[in-house]
């Protein structure tokens, strides 16, 4: 059973980096042909998707938030990080990771992470 | 970019049949995914490929998808139904990118 947590702080001063790492157990980030995802859901209101990286590195990002996000993966340690970079306070969310499967032309979330809280705040 | 329209809100008694609809332009043509989310938790894989059930989800959940709308269904529905839905398709543009309906509130009255 995989099993997917975040981790990273939970306070982040505006204009600042958001940095989280989700740690992948249950089985290895490079097995399978999988990607790894980041989702956020602000506090009351519906799910956004960041981005998603394959473990050779390739990467997607909405397009909303690309200038400001880096996926990055580390197969050695069964992680995957987000860097989101200039945050202001439309950025507090709970942020989710998730496994994405990319399987004949569609995508979906099989498993996630049970959610970790970030506030940007001074 | 694509947009996916839902309710925001779907009321049903329990033991009847709640139907959540989501709404996008030639929707019939990708293939839609369904997430169940509890208060305070992650969201759950209900439905894949359009009506496909994951290991572990009652056959009560069921979804279809034709036109411009996909629906979930939910049969005989139980007061541990009631949960945010939210639909999510993957738009192929040249964007490539997720997309998520706004969500659907399911009161179980």
């Known amino acids: 059973q995989v099993q997917l947590q975040e981790s990273g702080p939970g306070l982040v001063k505006p204009s600042q980096t958001l940095s989280l790492t989700c740690t992948v157990s249950g089985g290895s980030i490079s097995s399978g042909s999988y990607y790894w995802s980041w989702i956020r859901q602000p506090a009351g209101k519906g799910l956004e998707w960041i981005g998603r990286?394959?473990?050779?590195?390739?990467?997607n990002y909405n397009p909303s938030l690309k200038s400001r996000v880096t996926i990055s993966v580390d197969t050695s340690k069964n992680q995957f990080s987000l860097k989101l970079s200039s945050v202001t306070a439309a950025d507090t969310a709970v942020y989710y990771c998730?496994?994405?499967?990319?399987?004949?032309?569609?995508?979906?979330?099989?498993?996630w992470g049970q959610g970790t809280l970030v506030t940007v705040s001074s | 970019s694509y947009v996916l329209t839902q309710p925001p809100s779907v009321s049903v008694a329990p033991g009847k049949t709640a139907r959540i609809t989501c709404g996008g332009n030639n929707i019939g043509s990708k293939s839609v995914h369904w997430y169940q989310q509890k208060p305070g938790q992650a969201p759950v894989l209900v439905i894949y490929y359009d009506s496909d059930r994951p290991s572990g989800i009652p056959e009560r959940f069921s979804g279809s998808n034709s036109g411009n709308t996909a629906t979930l269904t939910i049969s005989r529905v139980e007061a541990g139904d009631e949960a945010d839905y939210y639909c999510?398709?993957?738009?192929?543009?040249?964007?490539?990118?997720?997309?998520f309906g706004g969500g659907t509130k399911l009161t179980v009255l």
């Open positions: 990286i394959y473990t050779s590195g390739s990467t």
């Open positions: 998730a496994r994405h499967i990319a399987v004949a032309g569609t995508d979906y979330f099989d498993y």
């Open positions: 999510q398709v993957w738009d192929s543009s040249s964007d490539r990118y997720v997309v």
